[in-house]
């Protein structure tokens, strides 16, 4: 799987919402890492990268902002901008997050602990990889 949309259920009642998630049922992977990310610039471009091996799923709980997903063959965009969506995505996918609201906050569920040896932030060499 490169890359998904992933829908949650929402646990509603009277007194608003809560989306609950956990490892191996809506998440596909056994969940080593939890970040967030909040208070970007509205004009910054986040990620330009891809990973080796890591597997993640994004949440937007909060505002809204862009992913530019590439695999190496074909390039997409995917507006996130609801907190009971979630973006998987696999290793071997270049990112680009544009198009920050002021009040975006993305909640991040990675498969591994952080490791900047499995990033690959050079374009060219994303290609090269991929083609191997
Ligand atoms: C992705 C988007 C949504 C850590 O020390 N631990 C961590 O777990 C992470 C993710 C980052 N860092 C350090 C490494 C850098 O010095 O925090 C700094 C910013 O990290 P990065 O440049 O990776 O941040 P983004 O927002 O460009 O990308 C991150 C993820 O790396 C990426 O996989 O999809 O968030």
């Known amino acids: 799987m490169k890359y998904k949309l992933l ?4 646990m509603g009642d009277d007194r608003g919402s809560l989306i609950s998630l956990e490892q191996s ?3 596909p992977f056994k969940i080593n890492r939890v970040y967030y990310i909040y208070g970007t ?11 080796t091996s890591l597997k993640q799923v994004v ?9 530019l997903l590439d695999d190496g063959l074909k390039k997409e965009v995917i507006e996130l901008n609801s907190p009971d ?4 995505i696999g290793k071997n996918i270049w990112r680009e997050i544009y198009n920050f609201s002021k009040d975006c906050i993305l909640i991040v569920l990675a498969n591994k602990q952080y ?8 374009y060219k060499k994303f290609i090269k990889t991929i083609k191997k």
């Open 7 to 10: 829908k949650f259920n929402i």
């Open 85 to 88: 969506v979630g973006l998987y």
């Open 115 to 122: 490791n900047e040896e499995e990033y690959i932030r050079d």
């Open 41 to 51: 610039k509205t004009n910054v471009v986040r990620g330009k990268h891809a990973h």
């Open 59 to 67: 949440v937007c709980v909060n505002g809204s902002c862009k992913f």
């Open 25 to 27: 049922k809506n998440i």
